[in-house]
């Protein structure tokens, strides 16, 4: 149908025994764009990324990739794609240079071709100097590029990336931000998922939320903000006392009641799509009202804030307590939902 | 960081494959790219070529000194019976690889990178088990070597010597195939260690190899006699020492032929259900 999308699902449904893994998720990307998959554990995303790499059949519903159903032309598919899974698929006895050269063997490429892929791809990851070392000396960072390295090898129109920084130190997970750019810039489509709702607003063009095998909400990181009530302006009173005025100073700036914490003195109002303009005459308003106050600031919402508006509750997971990926947003569970956060996002 | 995707069409040397005679030739291809690179992690890796070459010599040497002397065996040395024995236990027992190596690369993710490239999809199990045949030819040849310098020798000449060597890689190709549907299955190399491959005791040590079965108590007759590494290692016997043929020729090859046709599909399935 739509001959500019790179991957179309349709109702795909998925259950292992009891476990329903995917409830019907519809999903469009368009080619040479990036869609960032958000989810928690167990949300579904592997799932959806083992169907759409022909890993796995779906049990109903239909999935394209360049329009080639994964499922009657499998074959095809796999020709045009390529993936990096949740962890990685690294032959540790073997060196990095070896692991590429086997996999260009594999497409087909000649010995020459296939060793000078490999090269280009060590320089480009900044492998060369561990280039000839087995890669079970590799660090987890060094791992993951030679993995993401070898699902490049022979230049996928369509990559899949499936968590690709988990458990990368922040320095290395910017790195990997950067490859990934740089992918995209060339053309490439991705399918990227990810627990990371800042590694989504930073690299995807357009963002599903699955929670439970299902898409919650999709659209731009934009989109998903405003879905949440949009920008909030938010300052700190000094003087406690006189946070009653400074609420009726900024009422004008939105319908909603502004809404304020007597204990810290913070003041949120949520000023939908309005920008600095809503800023500027905040601090007019309260300039006229002689309020003093500190930090004012116009703060986008996070994603965070997304998930817990669609959910009601923060991305919950399946780890037990203390699991890696579900502190952060353990950690605000306890807010409700219509609460202005406090804390700032990532922005 | 420039080059990623530039010049993306003339990087992939295949189009999609059309005539069965491509399509043929590619999968042998990958079939020889799968084998050299198990070959290439076996020889990375001193504990693999400690069970291909120095425990197999153990063997050799502890059956030969140690129990030899208790042993009694007809009308022959007990390291002349010993030896087609030896073989077809070790040929067997190089099956663990097989299963382990397996089962590791599917927990590792391996196995499914490749299934997502455009890869035969029976590149991964035939270049498994061309590997791992050369991988136990090497054990045999071995073994041999060390039979012969501990006074074992042939006594029906060079053909029936050769066809020996043969059935017995034969047996050992056979059970890695097995071997390698209990990897797929299993798919997990601690449980595959662990209690995967415990039939091969029984089938290996509760045959002639290294005892006579008439020794052994009725009750494990019954099992020992109608059992296929048995019946193969009488044949071998009977190669390399002299003794009717016919018989344990056709049992052997309705064994392992059968063996092969309800292992090799049970093995394919289970890959492609990875
Ligand atoms: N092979 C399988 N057998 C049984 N259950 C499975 C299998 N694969 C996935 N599941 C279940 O399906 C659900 C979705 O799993 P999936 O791996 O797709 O989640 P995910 O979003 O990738 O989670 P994570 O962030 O932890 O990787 C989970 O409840 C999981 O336990
Ligand atoms: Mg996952």
Redesign the pocket.
């Known amino acids: 149908m739509q001959d500019d999308a790179a991957i179309l699902v349709e109702d795909l449904h998925k259950s ?2 009891d ?1 329903q ?1 995917l409830n019907g998720v519809d999903l469009r990307v368009g080619r040479g764009t990036v869609l960032g998959v958000l ?12 169907i759409l790499t022909t890993l796995l059949n779906p049990d109903r519903g239909r999935a394209l990739v360049e329009g080639r159903d994964v499922v009657r032309e499998a074959a095809t598919v796999r020709e045009i794609i390529g993936l990096a899974g ?1 962890s990685t698929a690294i032959q540790e006895e073997l060196t990095g240079r070896e692991n590429l050269e086997i996999v260009g063997r594999l497409y087909h490429l000649d010995k020459p071709a296939a060793r000078r892929r490999a090269s280009q791809l060590l320089d480009q990851f900044e492998l060369s100097t561990a280039s000839d070392r087995p890669a079970k000396t590799y660090s987890g960072g060094m791992l993951r590029r030679l993995d993401l390295a070898a699902s490049l090898v022979a230049k996928p129109a369509v990559l899949f990336l ?2 690709p920084t988990t458990g990368l130190d922040p320095r290395s997970r910017i790195g990997m931000w950067e490859i990934i750019r740089t992918l995209v810039a060339e053309g490439t489509t991705l399918f990227l ?1 990810t ?1 990371y709702l800042d590694e989504a607003d930073e690299l995807a063009d357009e963002i599903v939320v ?1 929670d439970h ?1 299902k898409v919650i909400a999709s659209g731009t990181a934009e989109t998903l903000k405003d879905r949440v009530g949009g920008n909030v302006v938010e300052f700190v009173l000094p003087d406690r006392s006189r946070l009653a005025d400074a609420a009726g100073a900024v009422a004008a700036l939105a319908d909603a009641e502004p809404s304020t914490e007597p204990d810290t003195g913070r003041v949120a109002v949520r000023v939908g799509s309005r920008g600095s303009d809503a800023l500027v005459q905040a601090v007019r308003n309260l300039d006229s009202a002689g309020i003093e106050v500190d930090g004012l600031a116009l703060r986008r919402p996070s994603l965070d804030d997304v998930f817990m508006a669609l959910t009601g509750h923060a991305a919950e997971t ?1 780890e037990p307590v203390g699991g890696k ?1 579900g502190r952060k947003r353990r950690g605000r569970a306890a807010q409700p939902a219509e609460q202005a956060p406090t804390q700032g996002g990532p922005r | 960081m420039s080059a990623v995707t530039t010049a993306r069409s003339g990087a992939r040397a295949a189009t999609p494959a059309t005539g069965l005679g491509r399509r043929m030739r590619l999968g042998t291809m990958d079939a020889f790219t799968m084998t050299r690179r198990e070959l290439l992690i076996w020889f990375r890796v001193p504990a693999y070529i400690f069970f291909t070459i120095i425990q197999p010599i153990m063997f050799v040497l502890l059956f030969r000194y140690v129990f030899g002397g208790a042993i009694p065996v007809p009308n022959s040395t007990y390291v002349d019976f010993l030896m087609p024995g030896i073989i077809a236990q070790s040929a067997a027992f190089a099956s663990f690889g097989t299963a382990i190596a397996l089962a590791r690369q599917i927990q590792k993710g391996v196995i499914d990178r490749f299934r997502s490239m455009p890869i035969a999809r029976s590149a991964v199990l035939a270049g498994r088990l061309l590997s791992d045949s050369l991988r136990l030819t090497l054990t045999v040849l071995v073994i041999l070597g060390v039979g012969y310098a501990v006074g074992f020798r042939f006594h029906n000449g060079v053909g029936p010597a050769i066809l020996m060597l043969v059935l017995g890689i034969a047996l050992g190709v056979v059970v890695c195939c097995i071997s390698a549907y209990v990897g797929l299955a299993i798919r997990d190399e601690e449980s595959v260690g662990s209690f995967g491959l415990v039939w091969l005791f029984p089938l290996t040590f509760v045959s002639s190899a290294f005892v006579p079965v008439a020794k052994m108590p009725g009750w494990l007759q019954a099992f020992a006699n109608n059992q296929p590494v048995t019946i193969v290692i009488d044949e071998m016997r009977a190669l390399a020492l002299g003794g009717p043929l016919a018989l344990h020729a056709w049992q052997s090859a309705v064994w392992l032929v059968g063996i092969l046709v309800v292992f090799v599909p049970l093995a394919v399935r289970a890959y492609r259900r990875v």
Request: aromatic letters at 4%; hydrophobic letters at 30%.
């Open positions: 292992f025994g476990v893994a989810g928690p554990n167990g949300a579904g995303k592997t799932t959806v990324v083992r949740q499936d968590e998922t627990q699955i095998g399946e990926r």
